[in-house]
Antibody
Framework: QVTFKESGPALVKPTQTLTLTCTFS??????????VAWIRQPPGKAPEWLAR????????FYCTSLKTRLTISKNSSKNQVVLTMTNMDPADTATYYC????????????WGQGTPVTVSS | DIRMTQSPSTLSASVGDTVTITCRAS??????LAWYQQRPGKAPNLLIS???NLEDGVPSRFSGSGSGTEFTLTISSLQPDDFATYYC?????????FGQGTKVEI
């Protein structure tokens, strides 16, 4: 059974850096097609893709509008993907999801349950 | 970035109805489009990839069509479980974007 689970702080202050961890299981890491993404969804709004990491080649891709604030990385020994977002703002309040991108394409077939993050002083 | 526009934003329907949701892209996607269903408090659930490929386990009353810049999601014979919000998402380039959503309500 494939599972993804996000973890991180529920509350951060403006200007702080957010660090979120995605832990997954049930996936074979021998495939060269494992890709993991972060997506967020502000309350009442549509999802917004943030970043992608390709496991084998360690290629990384970022949402154009947030590129300067995001860093995605992996911890191979722990089956984890980490997202950091700097200079947090109340507009970054959202539920943050990690998800698998199937076969290196661009759609998301397995999602975590999401972790809500509020940015407030 | 490619802009995705869904219509309508809200759709009122009854059990047994057939409904269609449209998604338009600001540039051609070929067939690189997915559809998701989202229920309140849950993560989006993939229904369709590559414009018309139904995911395993998704009921056959869901269907997708289109290519280029115009796509549709059709739900035939709406069931109570289908009242939810639906999103399209393009993956034509390494900058994925979602439509703003269509809420299907009773």
């Amino acid at each position: 059974q494939v599972t993804f689970k996000e973890s991180g702080p529920a509350l951060v202050k403006p200007t702080q850096t957010l660090t979120l961890t995605c832990t997954f299981s049930g996936l074979s890491l021998t495939t060269s097609e494992l890709c993991v993404a972060w997506i967020r969804q502000p309350p009442g709004k549509a999802p917004e893709w943030l970043a992608r990491i390709d496991w084998d080649g360690d290629q990384k891709f970022y949402c154009t509008s947030l590129k300067t604030r995001l860093t995605i990385s992996k911890n191979s020994s722990k089956n984890q993907v980490v997202l950091t977002m700097t200079n947090m703002d109340p507009a970054d309040t959202a539920t943050y999801y990690c998800a698998r991108i199937r076969d290196g394409e661009g759609f998301f077939d397995y999602w975590g349950q999401g972790t809500p993050v509020t940015v407030s002083s | 970035d490619i802009r995705m526009t869904q219509s309508p934003s809200t759709l009122s329907a009854s059990v047994g109805d057939t409904v269609t949701i449209t998604c338009r892209a600001s540039e051609s996607l070929s067939s690189w489009l997915a559809w998701y269903q989202q229920r309140p408090g849950k993560a989006p659930n993939l229904l369709i990839s590559e414009a018309s490929n139904l995911e395993d386990g998704v009921p056959s009353r869901f269907s997708g069509s289109g290519s280029g810049t115009e796509f549709t999601l059709t739900i035939s014979s709406l069931q109570p479980d289908d009242f939810a919000t639906y999103y399209c998402q393009q993956y034509n380039s390494y900058s994925y974007t979602f439509g703003q959503g269509t809420k299907v309500e009773i």
